[in-house]
């Protein structure tokens, strides 16, 4: 079982819906919880960030964490069609290794999203 | 957030060629970090770069096939060594920055024939 799981998609939405993308994880000690964008031919940009469990909102953008379930998830409400990307979700044991050697920092693979106008 | 961009942004090389990949930060910062990120896979470490030591390889990953420079606290090169079809991938830089958040850089799209 890989540590994060993430499905591909592609999921395809109509303009304005409430979209949902999920992760689930094995590993218990993830604390940091993070959720990028990336755009075809660009770099994940950072979208949400949270820790531990509970909701984070922000604008049309809400991230959930249940770390009883090892679930997360990221909503888009009224969701356009320049929110067509791939989403990735991101996690950390303890926050950004500092001690050099490997970051801590585990990716899913993405879920690739298409809004139709 | 830190601005980060990166040289050459795509390139076409021939296999056994060498490429580097040049990562520039508007501001100062601790660790940077190399990424490779290949169709339909999670994006993956190659190496941890912090100013004035050695780059620190993850598994699978090793210095004379990917060196790196890290002159500074604002600069970093990864060059990717005696290529194959196997390297065509995009390779991601990225940085901490202030609150300890990463960010990544544009990426650089090779493809090696």
């Known amino acids: 079982q890989k540590e994060v799981e993430q499905d591909p998609g592609p999921l395809s939405v109509p303009e304005g819906a409430i979209v949902s993308l999920n992760c689930t994880y094995s590993?218990?000690?993830?604390?940091?919880f993070m959720w990028y964008r990336q755009y075809s031919r660009k770099g994940p940009e950072l979208l949400m960030y949270?820790?531990?469990?509970g909701n984070k909102e922000d604008g049309r953008f809400t991230a959930q964490v249940d770390k009883s379930s090892k679930y997360i998830s990221l909503f888009i409400r009224d969701s356009q069609p320049s929110d067509s990307a791939t989403y990735l979700c991101?996690?950390?044991?303890?926050?950004?290794?500092?001690?050099?050697?490997?970051?801590?920092?585990?990716f899913g693979k993405g879920t690739h999203l298409i809004i139709q106008p | 957030s830190a601005v980060i961009s990166q040289k050459p942004s795509r390139d076409i090389c021939q296999r056994g060629t060498s490429l580097t990949i040049q990562c520039q930060v508007d501001?100062?910062?601790?660790?940077m970090f190399w990424y490779r990120q290949q169709p339909g896979q999670s994006l993956t470490l190659i190496a941890t770069?912090?100013?004035?030591?050695?780059?620190?390889?993850e598994s699978g990953f090793v210095i004379d096939k990917f060196p790196i420079s890290r002159p500074n606290l604002t600069f970093s090169t990864l060059t990717v060594s005696n290529m194959s079809p196997e390297d065509s991938s995009i390779y991601l830089c990225?940085?901490?920055?202030?609150?300890?958040?990463?960010?990544f850089g544009p990426g650089t799209r090779l493809t090696v024939l």
């Open positions: 990225s940085v901490d920055s202030s609150g300890s958040l990463r960010f």
């Open positions: 590993n218990s000690a993830f604390q940091y």
């Open positions: 949270t820790y531990s469990s």
């Open positions: 991101a996690m950390s044991g303890q926050f950004l290794n500092r001690g050099g050697g490997a970051d801590g920092l585990t």
């Open positions: 501001s100062q910062v601790t660790m």
């Open positions: 770069a912090n100013q004035g030591s050695e780059a620190t390889y």
